[in-house]
């Protein structure tokens, strides 16, 4: 288990050659909520998105994120609309607030957790704010179902309750 927070900002390299291709600037979802790619920020002057598919990606290293070919970065400019980022893009997820149906606000989300061998989501991290994730600690979701993800607002069933995760816990 991965979250996201880990992998934004390390390098990405092929292991093919060795060339650093870039570093992770988010992780991208499909509607089904699995890992679709990464999205790559370079060094190149010229500012097209670009990403590397989920099935291009070796191993989510401590270090790195290795792939297996230079070859592996692509153009995302036909699908950026159809894919969630996490902290970035026309769909982010960080900031959301998560709401119960029944209507009670459970935090806003601040990360994600997921398989890096499967590429699922499997828990939320979520925030009420600075002063509280100092004192109280953040909170994690682990819901059995899928959430709705919504432009304004991520659903859950209205029996879910985040578990507390107390501030020595965290990284």
């Not at 089904?32 to 290293?61: A, N, T």
């Not at 709401?99 to 997921?114: D, K, M, P």
């Not at 704010?129 to 979701?141: A, I, P, S």
């Amino acid at each position: 288990m991965r979250s996201s927070q880990d992998v934004l900002g390390l390098p990405i390299v092929a292991v093919s050659s060795g060339k650093q291709l870039g570093i992770v600037r988010d992780l991208l979802f499909d509607d089904r909520q699995r890992l679709f790619g990464l999205l790559v920020e370079s060094k190149s002057w010229i500012k097209r998105r670009r990403y590397i598919p989920r099935e291009h990606i070796v191993s989510f290293g401590p270090d790195a994120v290795t792939v297996d070919s230079e070859d592996a970065v692509e153009t995302l400019e036909e699908t950026y609309d159809e894919v969630v980022g996490v902290c970035s893009g026309k769909h982010k997820l960080k900031g959301l607030p998560v709401l119960t149906v029944t209507g009670s606000e459970l935090g806003r989300l601040e990360n994600v957790y997921f398989l890096e061998e499967m590429g699922t989501l499997i828990g939320y991290e979520l925030t009420d704010g600075f002063l509280t994730d100092l004192k109280e600690g953040r909170k994690t979701l682990h819901p059995a179902e899928r959430l709705t993800w919504g432009d304004d607002a991520l659903i859950v069933p209205g029996d879910v309750t985040p578990e507390s995760t107390p501030v020595s816990d965290r990284k």
